[in-house]
């Protein structure tokens, strides 16, 4: 089985500071891992990914995200947070052969002026 | 369309009503998922339709629930004698065939049952 745990339901910064949102999983096999975006009152939109490969994968709008295995971890990072970064993030993982993703609760990032 | 269309956008209904949901998946796009969100909470996998196989309904929460998909296009998520733990955004997503996992999703259906 499978699961996502993102620490932190919310998240403030200050515009031009250090954005880090949490995300750590479990899975039994060798994972995919994603992190989406979510506007109010849209859709989901994907951050980035990791399949395989390189494991510091860079997504849209400065978004970044290392893979570390040894700690089940997948945190996402932008180095200076912008006003129009304020949304809801979701960390997601997929097993191999399983294509339905397992999300975590999602962490509300504000930024602050 | 370009994207992932879903219908109606918002939907208020009694308690003990029936209600359908519908996708309109990315053309061409084989697999569609759909996902519930309830407020606060991540998105939890309902059931996945790839092709012509059988349907993954293993996130169906009960019987209550079912999906239909017409070929490759449109998708129908019923919902019957609902509940109000049944009020959620439903999110329905699709993934094209030459792309193993990126899923694409559409803006929801908001569904409230008072």
């Known amino acids: 089985a499978q699961s996502v745990t993102q620490l932190g339901s919310h998240v403030s910064v200050s515009e031009g500071a250090l954005v880090l949102l949490r995300c750590n999983y479990s899975s039994s096999v060798p994972p995919y891992l994603f992190w989406y975006v979510q506007y109010p009152n849209q859709g989901l939109q994907l951050l980035l990914k990791?399949?395989?490969?390189?494991?510091l994968v860079k997504g849209i709008n400065g978004f970044e995200a290392e893979f570390k295995k040894s700690e089940t971890s997948f945190h996402l990072t932008k180095p200076s947070a912008h006003m129009s970064d304020a949304a809801e993030y979701f960390c997601?993982?997929?097993?191999?052969?399983?294509?339905?993703?397992?999300f975590g609760s999602g962490t509300r990032l504000q930024v602050q002026p | 369309g370009a994207g992932v269309s879903q219908s109606p956008s918002n939907k208020v209904t009694e308690k003990g009503k029936d209600v359908e949901l519908r996708c309109d998946p990315i053309?061409?796009?084989?697999?569609l998922y759909w996902y519930r969100q309830r407020l606060g909470q991540g998105l939890e996998f309902l059931i996945y339709f790839q092709g012509n196989s059988a349907p993954d309904k293993s996130g169906l929460p009960s019987d209550r629930f079912s999906a239909e998909r017409t070929g490759e296009s449109v998708s129908t998520l019923t919902i019957q004698r609902t509940q109000q733990e049944d009020s959620a955004v439903y999110l329905c997503?699709?993934?094209?065939?030459?792309?193993?996992?990126?899923?694409?999703f559409g803006p929801g259906t908001r569904l409230t049952v008072t």
């Open positions: 997601a993982v997929s097993e191999a052969g399983r294509r339905a993703l397992t």
């Open positions: 997503a699709s993934r094209g065939g030459t792309e193993l996992y990126e899923q694409y």
């Open positions: 990791y399949t395989t490969g390189a494991t």
């Open positions: 053309s061409g796009h084989t697999a």
